[in-house]
C-alpha cells in the first residue's frame, strides 16, 4: 500500500513538473507585453527546444545584405527597418514599432546571405507601406523549432547557439535543419542591456 501511494505521488510531482516546464516555455518573451509580436501555438516543449506554429505573420525585409560579420548585418539592417519605421517609407508614416526582429542567414553556394526583417502589425498587414530596397514577405502557417537565450548576439556566439538546438533536436519529427538557414530573432531594442530575450529559429523543411 506505502508502495503504491509512494508511486502516485511521484507520477503527480512528475505531470507538475511538465506542467511547469510547458508553461514556462510556451509565455511570450517579456518584451511581447510592450509590442506587438507574432501569434503561435506551442505545439511541444522539450529536451532544450520548443516547437511552435505560425500563424500567418507578415515582415518587411530588407533585401541579402552580403557580410560577413552577423553583427554588422544585423546592425545595418535594423538601421534601415529603424528609418521606415520613422516615417521612410512610401506614405511618410511612422510605424508601430513591433518585436521580434529577426536576422535570417542563407547559404547559397555556400556564401551567406543576411536579411534583417522587422514584423508588420496585425493592423498594418492588409497594406504595409513599402520603401526602397525592402520588401514584404508574407509568411505561410509555418512550423519553427527554437531555442531561447539570453545576452547579446555576437559574430562568436552565434555557431555555438546554432549548434546547441541542432544537438537538441536530434530525431524530432518534423525534421529541422539548419543546413540551408537559420533565423536570430532579438526581442529586445540595442539599449536593453539584461534580462534580454533572444531565440534562434529553424523553419520546418
Same mark, same amino acid.
Given at each position: 500500500?506505502?508502495?503504491?501511494? $509512494? ?19 510556451? $509565455? ?67 510605424? /508601430? ?49 527554437? $531555442? ?24 524530432? $519529427? ?17 539599449? /536593453? ?13
Amino acid at each position: 500500500m506505502a508502495s503504491t501511494s $509512494k508511486f502516485q505521488f511521484s507520477v503527480l510531482i512528475s505531470l507538475l513538473l511538465v506542467l511547469f516546464f510547458l508553461s514556462v516555455e510556451g $509565455k511570450l518573451p517579456q518584451s511581447c507585453k510592450k509590442y506587438e509580436c507574432p501569434t503561435y501555438n506551442v505545439v511541444e516543449a522539450g529536451n532544450g527546444f520548443e516547437i511552435r506554429k505560425y500563424d500567418s505573420p507578415v515582415w518587411i525585409s530588407t533585401l541579402p545584405i552580403q557580410n560577413k560579420s552577423f553583427v554588422g548585418a544585423t546592425r545595418n539592417g535594423f538601421i534601415r527597418l529603424f528609418n521606415y519605421a520613422r516615417g521612410k517609407n512610401n506614405e511618410n508614416k511612422q510605424i /508601430k514599432l513591433t518585436a521580434p526582429v529577426t536576422s535570417e542567414v542563407s547559404f547559397n553556394g555556400g556564401k551567406p546571405s543576411i536579411e534583417v526583417s522587422f514584423f508588420v502589425a496585425l493592423e498594418n498587414q492588409k497594406n504595409p507601406a513599402l520603401a526602397d530596397g525592402l520588401r514584404v514577405q508574407r509568411w505561410k502557417s509555418k512550423f519553427v523549432a527554437l $531555442k531561447q537565450f539570453g545576452g547579446f548576439v555576437t559574430d562568436s556566439n552565434v555557431g555555438r547557439i546554432v549548434a546547441s538546438l541542432n544537438a537538441s533536436l536530434a530525431g524530432t $519529427k518534423p525534421s529541422f535543419s539548419s543546413t540551408k538557414s537559420f533565423i536570430i530573432a532579438q526581442y529586445d531594442p540595442p539599449f /536593453k542591456l539584461f534580462d534580454r530575450v533572444n531565440e534562434v529559429w529553424f523553419l520546418s523543411e
